[in-house]
């Protein structure tokens, strides 16, 4: 197996062809390795991966990704979205040394969304966790899932809670906000009043990059496609599923991420991609980045 040798997988959420292109000269002269997770793609391009998933659950398509390259000696797997653009001074030789991550962890970029905490608001998404069982119709994954006891021991390595969900978690939603995710209200209410006690230890997070080594990838990806044919909203599959199959895991440095989600500062480039790459912020990425919108 070479060293450091990384795939670099591009995840689509919607099926947007155009964006292939840009995104190849964006990446090809600083990783050899890039497939495009594409989802219900038909073209020709042989780096296309088509996936077949809801993008509420993308995770499932880095489980359908790795089946098509697990036997290509990969020692990592670098996951990006199509709308997240790198620091240009990152690539295939320095990755490890620019995420600050040894060879042997996987990394996610952010703290935690820990469920069991209050946040700014209410994340909308505790009520999918709120809900959630590992045996659904048509889906039982408690036997491919680690179980609770191993899932909790592993939650306790990480410093996560798997307690019951306070109440104080949920005052904003009482107060101002009946319409958080209000196709389920009803649920939602008796989730929160009769069942704050998670049925399986889930954490939330951003899920837009992370890193995964070669070792880990087998059991990552058979958790993410589990969570996603059970329904689990991806920002809380992805973390999660990194916990229960990482021996080593490294949180990224918060202020390395620029987050530009609505796109304020951008329009001192003219949404000219080479600009803003010759003039890049001191970050290890800007997300979200419609390429669209942008000029080569």
């Not at 060879?103 to 209050?118: G, H, R």
């Not at 809670?161 to 978690?169: R, W």
């Not at 008796?190 to 939330?204: C, E, M, N, Q, T």
Request: charged fraction near 20%; proline fraction near 5%.
């Amino acid at each position: 197996m070479e060293i450091n040798k990384t795939a670099l997988l591009v995840v689509y959420n919607h099926r947007y062809d155009n964006n292939i292109p840009l995104v190849e000269k964006l990446y090809n002269e600083k990783f050899t390795n890039i497939y495009h997770l594409v989802p219900f793609y038909d073209g020709n391009t042989e780096n296309v991966i088509p996936v077949y998933e809801s993008s509420y659950q993308f995770q499932s398509y880095i489980s359908q990704a790795y089946q098509h390259l697990k036997h290509k000696n990969f020692t990592h797997y670098f996951i990006i979205a199509d709308d997240l653009v790198l620091n240009p001074n990152i690539n295939e030789q320095n990755l490890l040394e620019k995420l600050e991550v040894k060879a042997d962890e996987c990394w996610l970029p952010t703290d935690f969304i820990v469920l069991q905490e209050k946040h700014y608001g209410l994340w909308p998404h505790i009520f999918n966790g709120l809900t959630y069982k590992t045996s659904s119709h048509g889906a039982e994954v408690s036997s491919i899932l680690p179980d609770i006891n191993y899932a909790e021991s592993k939650f306790r390595q990480q410093k996560l809670p798997t307690g019951k969900i306070p109440l104080k978690v949920f005052i904003p939603w009482y107060r101002s906000n009946l319409r958080v995710n209000g196709q389920n209200i009803i649920q939602n209410l008796l989730a929160v009043i009769f069942g704050r006690k998670l049925s399986y230890p889930l954490v939330g997070g951003y899920s837009d990059t992370f890193l995964v080594t070669a070792d880990t990838m087998p059991a990552f990806a058979k958790y993410c496609g589990a969570f996603a044919a059970t329904n689990l909203f991806v920002e809380l599959a992805i973390p999660t599923s990194m916990v229960l199959s990482a021996d080593k895991l490294k949180i990224g440095n918060n202020e390395q991420v620029a987050d530009n989600t609505k796109g304020k500062g951008l329009e001192k480039y003219a949404y000219s991609l080479p600009a803003l790459l010759n003039s890049f912020p001191d970050c290890q990425y800007l997300h979200p980045i419609k390429l669209s919108k942008w000029k080569f």
